[in-house]
């Protein structure tokens, strides 16, 4: 077992240089704990993790220097839950113990960090971390510090960049579209601000597969209805009918029908390049004519269709779009 410095006797004297490497490996060990608990099993998964980053730190050739090969000595001397010569074993392999397990880049997650991120809160950028995952990565980065010589804030943010590009990303990649649609029909977004991009992505992989998830990312509910629209009206229409259908019971309140025609709609309406699609939809689909025309929210989008009405000869359309228009207690 993981032993703390409290409880250790040391062999070799008082060896101040190791509490460093002392204070990274039990940061580690309280943040595990914090987590998952004091059992055995959070115990082994801490060293591993400690026995990890100490073989990472010493990759380079010119980090495996005699002086770090006495310091793994005389600390695991003291806390002999591993060996210097398993962790150096490791290091001139040219791979970490228990890389698959722990690795953290922006290119690669291993299967621990990879385990955490349906776990997680959603990513927010300006969201301090749960404390016992910064307690965890901050224990690393002070025993890539301990072998590198180089500053503890700059290794810290290396790992939480790494952990941050997987974690931000992890709801395009991998989307939970009942839950979505769930948040949508709720009008929830207390967890997260962007359902109804999200769950636009979700439910329409292959169109959105031609950006990347960064550009996704950037992407707010208009900019993902418009662009589509643009290169495939009748796909986008079909996002905005399962944005509409979903979201239907809040179109009579003014928050949501603001916030859906008002905003995530507001450019697409008046697009004209889709409105010859979107008014052949709504010749055949009375229930999204009544959801757009009577709504809680009218305003250019409906004026500008029914202008298009008139530029495209749809006078049938004109008139049962107006009725519908003028029968709103809304308009």
């Keep these: 077992p993981l032993h703390t410095p409290e409880q250790a006797v040391p ?3 008082d060896n101040t240089a190791l509490k460093d490497l002392e204070r990274g490996v039990l940061s580690i060990l309280e943040g595990i704990q914090e987590y998952f608990g004091n059992g055995e099993e959070a115990e082994q998964l801490a060293c591993r993790l400690a026995v990890y980053g100490m073989s990472h730190a010493l990759l380079p050739a010119k980090k495996q220097t005699q002086r770090n090969g006495v310091l793994l000595q005389s600390f695991f001397q003291n806390y002999p839950f591993c060996t210097a010569e398993e962790v150096l074993r490791a290091a001139h392999t040219g ?3 228990f ?3 722990f690795l953290l880049t922006e290119e690669q997650l291993g299967s621990f960090w990879a385990s955490l991120l349906p776990k997680l809160p ?3 950028a300006c969201k301090p971390w749960p404390n016992w995952l910064f307690q965890t990565v901050d224990g690393l980065s002070q025993i890539a510090c301990f072998f590198s010589g180089e500053g503890s804030p700059a290794q810290l943010d290396a790992l939480q960049n790494a952990l941050n590009s997987h974690w931000r990303a992890y709801p395009i990649l991998q989307p939970d579209r009942a839950a979505l649609e769930a948040a949508v029909r709720r009008w929830d977004f207390s967890e997260n601000e962007w359902i109804c991009r999200d769950l636009l992505i979700a439910a329409f ?5 031609r950006w990347t998830v960064e550009e996704l990312l950037k992407m707010d509910t208009m900019e993902l209805l418009l662009e589509t629209g643009e290169q495939d ?3 986008a229409i079909q996002m905005m009918k399962l944005l509409l259908d979903t979201a239907e019971e809040h179109l009579q309140e003014t928050e949501a029908a603001e916030q859906l025609l008002g905003n995530d709609l507001y450019d697409f309406c008046q697009n004209e390049s889709i409105q010859p699609k979107l008014l052949a939809q709504l010749k055949q689909d009375d229930r999204l004519a009544r959801q757009l025309f009577q709504s809680a929210y009218a305003d250019s989008p409906q004026e500008e269709l029914i202008a298009a009405c008139d530029r495209l000869g749809e006078q049938t359309l004109k008139a049962h ?4 228009l003028d029968q709103n207690p809304f308009c």
């Design 321 to 324: 779009l107006q009725a519908l």
């Design 233 to 235: 009206p009748n796909t």
């Design 205 to 209: 992989p292959d169109t959105v597969g």
């Design 122 to 124: 959603r990513y927010e």
């Design 95 to 97: 791979r970490p113990a």
């Design 11 to 13: 062999n070799q004297g």
């Design 99 to 101: 890389e698959a397990q």
